[in-house]
């Protein structure tokens, strides 16, 4: 299977280039499917595409991620020689791809201690019909670490510190991924929720009125310029976010590229299929039995239901738009069940969508 794998800088010059950072782990693109380049080994691919001189195709892939940069999201990408791109927030992301201002935007969906992102599941809920062309491609596990930040010299160390600080900053996720140190050494100290880990790093290393700390990564802390005055202050060593990689469908550059993790995480319930589907869903359950008989589906269709998440449909309360996530190894006697599984949804449900299949990074059998 020839590989993509981060076309080289040199190459391909892009305008908002990242350089490699401490992250000890990256994606890498491969090709999946027989296509006309799929033939071509790697300098091959690259002399195809000088001689058709595309400027579409000698682009670096553009990546768009929730930023400033040194945020987790970025930290997952920060190793691909792609034309890095943040943003500041998870919409303006979605509205990046779905515009097809970039190729893939990296997206946090859920994460082992705090469970799901429930911003990302709104953006996928996608009840406005904004990001129709929006899918899932791919998956990333970046295993989490947060430190204590705080502006560089304010506190000689964390056995000195003075309990002065008066405000903590992050992004929603992390703090409930920290509640054991925060009970243990801030209690009642204000929380601002701020757009990324990173966000929070930028704020308190400029700020030099406040007493602030923030939570991030020990490469945010490097990037802004802090101190870091505690280290891995996550309630578990196994704390890990799941991202989910998405495309444009109606964008050709990566129609046949497929997502790999060099060294995925090991620990964690390892499942036999190789492939996930996500799938969403809106049903009226005033009848009984109306999600089971949607679930019975998933099952006739030989797909296993790895996940199930819910939130408001906002058309009425206390009904809600279902995601299901399941799992299945493509074989030529199911190629077509997701395609059957839709159709026979569609009969029982409403704004039912099909929102990608991708390589289960955790699969016993990748
Ligand atoms: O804020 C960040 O750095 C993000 O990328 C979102 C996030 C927050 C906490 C854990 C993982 C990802």
Not at 240 to 246: A, H, P, V
Not at 289 to 316: D, E, M, Q, V, Y
Not at 320 to 349: H, M, W
Request: charged share 20%; glycine share 6%; with cysteine.
């Amino acid at each position: 299977m020839p590989r993509l794998t981060c076309l080289s800088a040199a190459l391909y010059p892009s305008r908002n280039r990242c350089s490699p950072h401490r992250s000890n782990r990256g994606l890498r693109w491969t090709q999946e499917q027989t296509s006309s380049l799929a033939d071509i080994e790697i300098d091959g691919f690259r002399s195809h595409l000088h001689s058709h001189k595309s400027f579409s195709s000698i682009m670096a892939l553009r990546v768009a991620f929730l930023g400033p940069l040194a945020s987790f999201s970025h930290q997952s990408f920060a190793r691909l020689s792609a034309d890095l791109q943040p943003k500041s927030s998870f919409t303006d992301a979605f509205a990046a791809l779905q515009q097809n201002e970039v190729d893939y935007a990296v997206i946090p969906c859920e994460n082992s201690t705090n469970g799901s992102v429930v911003q990302t599941l709104d953006l996928l809920a996608d009840r406005d019909n904004s990001y129709a062309d929006v899918k899932v491609c791919g998956e990333y596990y970046l295993t989490v670490h947060h430190c204590l930040l705080a502006r560089k010299g304010l506190y000689p160390s964390w056995s000195e510190y003075d309990g002065s600080i008066t405000k903590l900053y992050t992004h929603p996720q992390a703090w409930g991924q920290c509640e054991t140190f925060l009970g243990k050494y801030f209690k009642g100290v204000e929380r601002q929720d701020v757009s990324s880990t990173s966000k929070g790093g930028e704020i308190i290393s400029k700020d030099t009125k406040e007493r602030g700390g923030a939570i991030a990564s020990r490469f945010a802390a490097e990037h802004h310029g802090t101190d870091v005055l505690v280290e891995n202050i996550e309630d578990r060593a196994d704390n890990t976010t799941r991202f989910l990689i998405l495309r444009n469908v109606l964008a050709e550059r990566t129609a046949q590229l497929e997502f790999e993790q060099p060294n995925p995480p090991t620990e964690g319930c390892a499942l036999e299929t190789t492939h996930k589907t996500l799938i969403s869903f809106l049903i009226d359950h005033t009848a009984p039995g109306a999600l089971a008989n949607t679930l019975l589906i998933f099952k006739n269709h030989g797909l296993n239901l790895t996940s199930i998440n819910t939130r408001p449909s906002l058309k009425n309360p206390w009904q809600y738009i279902f995601f299901v996530e399941c799992g299945r190894t493509p074989s030529e006697e199911n190629k077509d069940a997701v395609y059957k599984a839709i159709n026979d949804l569609k009969q029982v449900t409403e704004l039912c969508r099909d929102l990608g299949t991708w390589k289960d990074q955790l699969s016993a059998n990748a």
